[in-house]
């Protein structure tokens, strides 16, 4: 009995920690998520919509600022901050030693009362973090020296994709809109503002695929939605993710090699999922049938990577038309060569 | 004109020499882009280039010189020579008998020894089996090769487009079954070259512009 009570505290013991610190950010939460906060400094002002989505929320405010009393603040003490090393000592430490280490801190790009989980944010989401130092147009250069089609590679992969040491990769897909009278590559990212008109009421932005709602989407739910005429104005662009992100962020060589992306062959990494737009600006991801990227025409008709995704199928027929020219030569060649005589004759 | 045997040859003066640069540099171009075609769908079975980015280079100046070539070759046909319609557009009679005929040429009579009903001369350089596969090469697959190509090219200004006409996965289907297409045809094509009076007439000609035909004794 005695193990048993010991047991279930030690279980409800996290449960009780997030509680109290849900408590305590409330009480926080009453004056800095007031606008008017703003007054004494924007930078006290507290977005409690993104604070909810971090995982700081879940430890609570004064975890982190741990000097924060009770008569705060008639107490006139300056509230701490913790150092981001506090609790992630290896990413720091990793971070700190790489050459980025000198020109941003932590907080240039994630900050702690917005930072938004790996899976919940957008390829693009990742690359305005990048852009804050690394302009564009001058990303584009610098990599066209080398790159065939940079823009494209810029436009559809985060950054972190080459400059991690990920090993591995998940194809990630996102709905985006045509956007009419803009330039000929008009599409931009959609919101979930953008798909609710295909939205009933109360119905989950992930039910436009997930049909069945089952929580994965198959092959058939996601060619019902690529050949659906309701659903011509948004299409589903691919990207690649990285599955592990470091943070020593190298230019690293293998990454020249376009083979090191684009000859896996069909068999290799095939797992994908599918990122929707979620109402608080984050995402949520269900997962894609494996071998779905694969698909001949309708499975994702607005993804390829030449050398990787290509179908067997249409490989086969390709093929098949080949050996067709071959034989013509072939049969009247052998043909040609019994009857040569006759020609001779003639 | 010499004789032989009893048989006659004659030389006539078939193509001109701005048709024979631009077929030697499209034949030069449609091979280059087969092989590294091959390489850039094959990855991993195909290194034929040394680097996967050297084969796209390859594959995109290739591209864009056969995409000018072609335009350079519309061009002399439709306003310098003014023979394109003459030459490539079978008429009533090719359509009816000489599709059949060339066919049945090819087919059996030529295995018999007999003769080709046709006789190319300057102004009726094809036969109608060739007026068709040309027709269907120059002004259907290698047009419909070359935007899909140049689309590919450009993914990224020409996204809006591509979605458009069905997406990239459709775009690349296409450009690779034309590519596979175009392959065929090219085994075809170098095969037909050599039945000519001699094996090599047909190529000699298309490199001296001069044909050697045979012309029996009356």
Redesign the interface.
Known sequence: MQGFLILLTAALLPMQIVLAADAATNDCLTCHSKNTIMNKGVHLYIDPLKYGLTTHSRIGCVSCHDNVTKRHPKDKVRPSRAKCQDCHAAVFTEYDQSKHGKYADCTDCHKPHAVKPLLAVSGRDINIQCAKCHEYTKMVKSHSK?L??A??HI?ALPCITCHTGSKNYVISMYMVK??SG??????ALASFEDLLPFLSEGEKVGTLIDIDGDGAISLSELKKFNKSRKYRSI?LLGTMMPEVVTHNYDILDNRR???FC????PNAQQASDLAFPEKDGTYSRIPVEKGAILD??Y??????M??FT??NT??I???L??A???M??IL??T??FF?RN????? | MIMSEGKTTEQIYITPTPVRIWHWLNALGIVTLCITGIQIRFPEYANIFGTYKAAIKLHDVAGVTVSISFFLWFFYYLFVARSLMKLYIPNLEDIKRGLFTQAFFYFFYYFLGKKNPHTATPDNKFNAIQKMSYLLIMFVFLPLVIVSGLLLMNIAPLRGWIIMIGGIKFLVDAHYLLACSFFAFLCVHVYMATLGHTPFSHLRQMWTGWEEMETRPH
């Open positions: 080398w065939p089609q823009t494209l436009d045509n956007v803009s330039s000929l590559g008009g599409v299409s090699d376009c083979t684009h000859a896996s062959g001949i025409l499975g994702t008709p607005d993804f390829y030449t050398g290509r179908s249409l490989s027929i390709g093929a038309i080949a067709g020219g071959l013509v030569p009247h060649g043909l040609r009857t006759r020609r001779k004759e003639q």
